[in-house]
């Protein structure tokens, strides 16, 4: 009987290890993303600027 309980909280365990690597993937793709969106915008032409 005990072991029955055993695999339950086991399997918790391995549940919140597991969310805990996907909060920190969703954390550093948002941080990629971010960087990534402000790297890629365009840089003001200096032939727009006199027009």
Do not use: R, W, Y
């Amino acid at each position: 009987m005990a072991g029955v309980f055993s695999d339950k909280v086991k399997k918790a365990e391995n549940k919140e290890g597991e969310i805990k690597e996907l909060h920190a993937k969703i954390g550093q793709l948002t941080v990629e993303n971010d960087f990534l969106s402000q790297a890629l915008k365009p840089l003001p032409c200096n032939a727009c600027l006199h027009a």
